[in-house]
């Protein structure tokens, strides 16, 4: 099985935030929570490229990946899957154009973030396409991703997330990374359902 890392494990728009309030002094309620996936305008950015620089100074600055705690049982359910016996693949679309020159650093610092957050895990990728890595079963938060996860023969679960609220979304879907869990093992005892 597995999971995705940005608002599934960490809190990567809390991150973001971080960075605009310490760095660049943005008042913390220019930014509030956002509602959709592309929020940069309701942050006040003007187009898709001053998000994009952003979130790369976000990286720069060490913070991405390194700043912040887990959403709520990161820990303990990637434990109890473990132990289980699932093998937890941990699979991150966190990749910036190779000339950024910051995606060794992103994979390292996400490598170290869950070892300090002891959040359990087998394997860890970075990859654009979420089914390089076979899984049975797998956590996301973008609906188009948890398509292409189906597509593929996975059980693409959605978790709920700011940005997947619109009521016409009708991927199956979790609203904790305990609930997945729950699913998982009930996915575990009852095979022939899947
Ligand atoms: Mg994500």
């Known amino acids: 099985m597995g999971f995705d890392v940005d608002e599934v494990l960490y809190p990567w728009v809390a991150t ?43 990286a720069r600055a060490g913070l991405l990946h390194t700043y912040g705690d887990p959403l709520e049982g990161a820990a303990e359910v990637t434990h109890r899957l473990v132990d289980a016996g699932h093998t937890v693949h941990v699979v991150t679309a966190r990749r910036y154009d190779e000339s950024y020159g910051v995606n060794a650093v992103l994979a390292d610092s996400t490598r170290r973030w869950l070892e300090r957050h002891d959040i359990a895990f087998t394997t860890l990728d970075l990859e654009l396409d979420k089914t390089a890595v076979p899984t049975d079963v797998y956590l996301d ?16 679960v959605l978790m709920d997330s700011f940005h997947n609220q619109d009521p016409s979304c009708g991927r199956e879907r979790v609203h904790s990374l305990a609930e997945f869990a729950d699913l998982v093992e009930e996915m575990s005892a009852n095979p022939a359902t899947c």
């Open 16 to 58: 973001l935030r971080h960075h605009l309030h310490t760095s660049e002094g943005w008042p913390l309620d220019r930014m509030p929570e956002p509602t959709r996936y592309g929020f940069g305008p309701d942050w006040g950015m003007a187009d898709d490229a001053e998000f994009l620089a952003h979130a790369v100074a976000t």
């Open 141 to 156: 938060d973008r609906p188009d991703h948890v398509d292409a996860l189906c597509a593929a023969g996975t059980r693409g």
